[in-house]
């Protein structure tokens, strides 16, 4: 019998309604979620641990390395043969990444949650944590790196985002598609990940902001970080990696300040590049020295560069980071 370690890390999973608020608040404990998976004796032999109760929405960067440490200490023990974290769905895929770039193991780690509270018809935790422990004992699911299982469906930390606020299939990967299933308590992979960046960093740089984009936005926003004393500030731009004109002496104005600024593109699939000539476009960002985040999201690019900016100062090193992959 393979051992699973589970973390439980709070979220909807672990809530039910508050008569008296008529809303869904933290309330479980672990062992109460764990009785209702009923049968994973069969198939794991289950160690739990209680990271924290937090809703989605009150974990912090900081609390995710926390998060990272604490996995990785019992991702040491050679009786774990994987990883099991819950989270609320809020933030899931922003943790969920962190964790894959920080975390070098080959033994899997597999983060879930659930859409529905333990008080809903329909209440998704139960099965969502059996599919993750099941992806977990699996040999074919050691050095793929952080998954993310619900709905039956395995994601890339890298590759997944919520794309529904109330569906239970709202984890998907718009440009790659997922990279299994759970089918008959098995964990099936379709494909391999071609490509792991991990930036082996105890350190988190919390002063990085995220700016989205829109027609006619000027440097009003850029500036305000400026004076906030930004180290990163990643623009979620237009089409291919492209600002509005009025923004740009904001970004020059950042870049002549040593802050760190990213581009990745608001739109939901697609790279950036430097595809434009004009001003604000993709061609004159990169000559000014912005840095080029490829396919990722505002979020998640705001986590690499978070980390990134804890273990190096240098920004050609960070450029490499992002448009190579190298460290």
């Known amino acids: 019998m393979r051992k699973v370690a589970v973390v439980f890390n709070g979220g909807t999973i672990s809530m039910k309604v508050d008569p008296r608020i008529q809303a869904a608040v933290p309330t479980l404990s672990g062992n109460e979620i764990m009785a209702m998976v009923t049968g994973i004796e069969r198939y794991a032999e289950i160690e739990c641990f209680t990271f924290s109760n937090l809703p989605g929405p009150h974990i912090t960067p900081k609390k995710m390395m926390e998060l990272s440490k604490y996995i990785q200490q019992i991702l040491l023990r050679e009786d774990i043969v994987g990883v099991v974290v819950t989270h609320g769905t809020d933030t899931l895929e922003e943790t969920a990444y962190l964790l894959d770039l920080t975390i070098k193991s080959d033994k899997p780690v597999i983060v879930t949650g659930s859409m529905r509270n333990s008080s809903e018809l329909g209440y998704d935790g139960p099965a969502n944590l059996s599919a993750a ?4 004992i699996s040999e074919q699911a050691r050095n793929k790196g952080v998954m993310v299982c619900l709905n039956d469906e395995l994601n890339c930390a890298s590759e997944v985002t919520k794309a529904h606020s109330m569906k239970l299939n709202t984890f998907q990967s718009p440009e790659f598609g ?3 299933i759970i089918d008959n308590n098995e964990a099936i992979f379709y494909r391999n990940t071609l490509f792991k ?15 989205k ?45 040593g802050i760190a600024v990213v ?65």
């Open 213 to 257: 984009c829109a027609a006619g936005m000027d440097s009003s926003f850029i500036d305000f970080c400026i004076d906030k004393g930004a180290k990163g500030i990643v623009v979620e731009g237009l089409g291919r990696g492209n600002i509005p004109p009025q923004m740009v002496d904001g970004v020059k104005r950042a870049i002549e300040k």
């Open 263 to 327: 581009i990745i593109s608001r739109c939901f699939q697609g790279r950036v590049l430097d595809s434009y000539g004009y001003v604000g476009g993709g061609k004159q960002l990169r000559n000014m020295g912005v840095i080029f985040g490829d396919t990722l999201p505002g979020q998640k690019a705001r986590i690499k560069l978070m980390l990134s900016l804890g273990k190096w100062k240098d920004l050609n090193q960070i450029k490499k980071v992002f448009e190579e992959g190298n460290y």
């Open 197 to 211: 960046t991990h930036i082996c960093t105890d350190k988190i740089e919390e002063k990085v902001f995220l700016i």
């Open 178 to 180: 997922p990279i299994g």
């Open 133 to 136: 422990i099941c992806t977990a």
